[in-house]
């Protein structure tokens, strides 16, 4: 059960560029240049995102209003 919660808390590229309304090339592109959240890169060549990876990147990029 731990290993399907564990599953769940990680995304796929695609539900990544889903949730953020971007290609697959513009997540590849800021994955180049080391803009994109933080990825896993499985055994099997799959490329993963952690949930809180995710979150704490995106909190990275929010505007403070002044």
Not at 2 to 20: D, K, N, S, W
Not at 31 to 42: D, F, S, V, W, Y
Request: overall charge positive; proline content about 5%; hydrophobic content about 35%.
């Amino acid at each position: 059960m731990a290993t399907v919660t564990r599953l769940r808390a990680m995304l796929t590229i695609p539900e990544l560029c889903t949730e953020l309304q971007i290609s697959r090339s513009t997540f590849y592109e800021w994955r180049a240049k080391r803009r994109a959240p933080r990825c896993i890169t499985l055994p099997n060549g799959s490329i993963r995102i952690r949930r809180t990876d995710l979150d704490r990147w995106l909190e990275s990029h929010e505007d403070v209003a002044s």
